[in-house]
């Protein structure tokens, strides 16, 4: 297991506050922060915010016509 403390919203993202957007990667990938105050406030928001940690929903495309739709882009 590579981690035990994660939250995954898949198709039940909630809204992230304007002041965390800068945190977020807008594509694939990730995006580095080096701002301990900021990255120690989204993780108390986020904390309170989320019903739970771990898979919270679905993949968003989790569907049949979804998976076909991925097969088929390759």
Not at 14 to 35: C, E, M, S, W
Not at 37 to 47: C, G, N
């Amino acid at each position: 297991m590579v981690s035990d403390e994660f939250y995954y919203f898949g198709g039940q993202a909630i809204a992230v506050p304007r002041r965390f957007k800068a945190l977020l990667a807008t594509t694939q990938g990730h995006k580095n922060t080096y701002d301990v105050a900021q990255i120690d406030a989204f993780w108390k928001w986020l904390t309170r915010s989320a019903p739970r940690a771990g898979r919270i929903g679905q993949p968003l495309m989790f569907t049949e016509a979804g998976c076909r739709a991925q097969l088929t882009a390759r």
